[in-house]
């Protein structure tokens, strides 16, 4: 079985990893942006200097449709909130056909270079104590530097890039809130931790309680850093102790959600290892629609869009709004499959299987409370008591398609007040 999963490893390598020529082209194009960038900065006036960040930067990037890199300005501490207003200014005197503000706890900046490639230009303080850090990217310049100085060996870097692979194609990977998965930093330090990707997800699938990990010994034992660390870094399925940080845990944002399903995939993997498993899996509806069909249950497809930023601020409100519909929905149907895809911009589609309960049991009021008793009638027709309380129960003589329907018009306020500006059936 070793031997077979180090076929498919070496095999899943040679297509995630980038072609040189690609890295070259990326290299060139990057270089002509910085100096551009960097000229203006001196033009201007302004104190602050350009690094690198990344995966680009760590020598970890995996192959992709289109590539982007992180550029950090670091601003001199003189500045106060006003850096992501000075990097917006250096960046419009640059003359570029469009920059696109990405909004957060602190404003960054979205440049496409071409089709394929894009670049991310963050604003960051310039920091020598970590503690002293005002934003998350404030720390990048440290991680970029421990990596690269820990991590020199070809073979761990192509390790962790199939840690990446992995992670991103079982939709485990980015810290964003609508997925809360690994954070590459995060999968950069695990791998390089247990040594290897497969002793990774061999470590990870016997997990069963919270793990803790330290790398660089902050900590005296476990019991320190339970003590030590504010109680809303604690609560990841792993704490990894940040070796730049000690009062960090760079797998805060993964949820025991995301770490159970990555646990699924990591022993699916380990009993039968394919090179399918690091690939994107595509949905087919049409063969879910026709196996509901065959089962006499019910299909929708849905596409609901919101008015925030598109993002991790649109991608967890569409995911908060597809988890409070699924509730709604389980209260009338039996929910047999249902699935959410974020399309990255202002728009995700949800699909649901469900199969009707017939009828819903709706608990009222005590006997004795004859005011409430005497509405629940209003609202319902087969009344009945039971242990005191009064109930009725009434047959759902409605489709999915119709109870969304009827939902959306009753809920209009509701459907604003949650950031949703459409909700369409698609299918049926």
């Known amino acids: 079985m070793v031997s077979k999963i180090n076929s498919v490893l070496e095999e899943v390598l040679e297509k995630v990893k980038p072609q040189e020529k690609e890295l070259t082209g990326i290299e060139n194009l990057l270089e002509d942006f910085l100096e551009k960038f960097q000229k203006k900065i001196k033009v201007l006036k302004i104190d602050a200097e350009i690094f690198v960040g990344g995966s680009f930067a760590k ?38 056909k469009k920059i696109l503000i990405i909004h957060g706890s602190r404003d960054y900046f979205q440049i496409n270079i071409n089709p394929n490639f894009f670049l991310e230009i963050i604003p960051v303080k310039k920091i020598k104590i970590p503690k002293k850090a005002e934003n998350i990217t404030d720390l990048s310049y440290s991680h970029v530097k421990y990596i690269n100085k820990k991590i020199k060996s070809k073979k761990v870097l192509d390790e962790i890039r199939l840690a990446k692979a992995f992670c991103y194609a079982n939709n485990c990977y980015g810290a964003e809130s609508y997925i809360r ?28 309680t919270q ?9 005296k034992n476990k019991q320190r850093v339970l003590m030590d660390l504010n109680n809303s870094k604690l609560k990841s399925p792993i704490i990894l102790i940040d070796p ?4 960090r845990n760079a797998l805060a944002g993964l949820s025991q959600e995301t770490f159970e399903n990555f646990q699924k995939v990591c022993v699916d993997f380990l009993k039968s290892p394919s090179a399918k498993k690091f690939e994107i899996k595509k949905i087919n509806l049409e063969k879910i629609k026709a196996n509901a069909k065959r089962n006499k249950n019910e299909f929708i497809l849905i596409e609901v869009s919101t008015n925030k930023q598109e993002g991790d601020i649109a991608g967890s409100k569409l995911l908060k709004f597809y988890k409070h519909l699924s509730w709604e929905i389980e209260r009338f149907f039996e929910i047999k499959k249902s699935g959410f895809n974020y399309n990255k911009k202002k728009s995700a589609r949800y699909f649901f299987v469900v199969k009707s309960k017939k009828e819903i049991l709706f608990k009222g009021p005590s006997e004795k409370d004859l005011k409430n008793v005497k509405r629940f ?3 319902h027709k087969n009344i009945f008591i039971k242990s005191k309380r009064i109930y009725a129960k009434e047959k759902i003589r409605f489709n999915v398609k119709k109870f969304i329907e009827s939902w959306k018009k009753k809920n209009k306020k509701k459907i604003k007040e949650m950031s949703i500006k459409g909700l369409e059936i698609l299918d049926f």
Do not use: C, P, W
Request: charged letters at 35%; zero cysteines; proline letters at 0%.
């Open 59 to 96: 020598n970890t990037m995996i192959n992709k449709n289109k590539y982007d890199v992180d550029v950090f300005v670091r601003f001199d501490k003189k500045y106060k909130e006003e850096i992501s207003n000075l990097t917006l200014k250096i960046l419009k005197s640059m003359k570029l």
């Open 181 to 208: 998965g690994f954070s590459g930093y995060g999968l950069e330090l695990l791998v390089y931790h247990y040594g290897s990707f497969l002793k990774f997800i061999k470590a990870v699938v016997k997990i069963k």
């Open 211 to 219: 793990e803790i990990i330290d790398i660089e010994k902050h900590f």
């Open 244 to 247: 730049t940080y000690k009062q």
């Open 377 to 379: 009638k209003k609202e």
